[in-house]
C-alpha cells in the first residue's frame, strides 16, 4: 500500500538529549510521547500525510520499525507498538511518538535482557501506510526462523489484519519445503503437496 518513512535520522533527531537521565522507563516513553516534533520534519509529515490523503486512504497503520529488527539469532516480531486505523494528522503524530516510545517499552526491554542484546544506539523508523482492509493476513520467512533450515518457508497466518500473528497468538503455520512444495503444519503435519 502506498504509505511513507519517518526515517531513524527523524527519530534520532527529534530525540537528541531526551535519552539520558535517570528517568523511570515509565518517565522516558511519557517524555518521548510529549516531545516536540522539529517545523521541517513536520512539514514534511504534513505534505506525506497529505499525499496519502488524496490517494484515497481512510486511514492508516503506524508500523515500528527498529534498527537490527532481525537478524539471524533474533525476531523482534511484535516487540514494540504498531498502530491501525489511525485517522488526522494530530492521531498521526501521537502514533508515531508512542511507536518510539514502545522502543523502550516492558516487553522490548525484556527481549534485550533474555536475548543478550545491549542497545547502544537506540533508534527506529516508523512506517505509515495507507489502511488496507484484508481477510486474512500473514508473514512469510522464507527461511525457517525455528531451525534455520534453508531449503524450508515458514508462513504464518490468521484471519483479519494479521494482528494474531504479530502479537504471538493463535494463528496457522506452514512449512513448504522450496524443492518439492509439500507443506505441513507446525508439527509436521503434512497439509498439501
Known amino acids: 500500500p502506498a504509505g511513507f518513512v519517518v526515517t531513524t535520522r527523524a527519530f534520532t533527531?527529534?530525540?537528541r538529549g531526551r535519552l539520558a537521565g535517570r528517568d523511570t522507563l515509565d518517565e522516558m516513553r511519557?517524555?518521548?510521547?510529549?516531545?516536540g516534533l522539529g517545523s521541517g520534519l513536520l512539514r514534511e509529515l504534513e505534505v506525506a500525510y497529505a499525499s496519502l490523503l488524496s490517494s484515497g486512504a481512510h486511514g492508516l497503520v503506524v508500523r515500528s520499525s527498529a534498527i537490527d529488527?532481525?537478524?539471524l539469532d533474533q525476531s523482534w516480531a511484535g516487540q514494540q507498538d504498531s498502530y491501525i486505523h489511525v485517522r488526522g494528522f494530530e492521531s498521526l503524530l501521537v502514533h508515531i511518538?508512542?511507536?518510539w516510545a514502545s522502543l523502550f517499552g516492558d516487553s522490548a526491554l525484556s527481549y534485550h535482557a533474555r536475548e543478550g542484546f545491549v542497545v547502544s544506539d537506540p533508534a527506529m523508523a516508523v512506517v505509515v501506510q495507507r489502511m488496507v482492509h484484508a481477510d486474512a493476513a500473514g508473514v512469510t520467512f522464507t527461511v525457517n526462523p525455528v531451525n534455520g533450515q534453508q531449503d524450508e518457508?515458514?508462513?504464518t497466518f490468521s484471519y483479519g489484519l494479521g494482528e494474531m500473528v504479530v502479537s504471538g497468538g493463535d494463528a496457522d503455520v506452514f512449512v513448504v519445503d522450496r524443492q518439492s512444495?509439500?507443506?505441513w503444519g507446525a508439527e509436521r503435519q503434512r497439509m498439501w503437496g
Open 13 to 15: 533527531e527529534s530525540l
Open 30 to 35: 511519557r517524555r518521548i510521547v510529549e516531545t
Open 69 to 71: 529488527e532481525d537478524s
Open 97 to 99: 511518538k508512542k511507536c
Open 153 to 155: 518457508m515458514v508462513h
Open 181 to 183: 512444495g509439500q507443506a
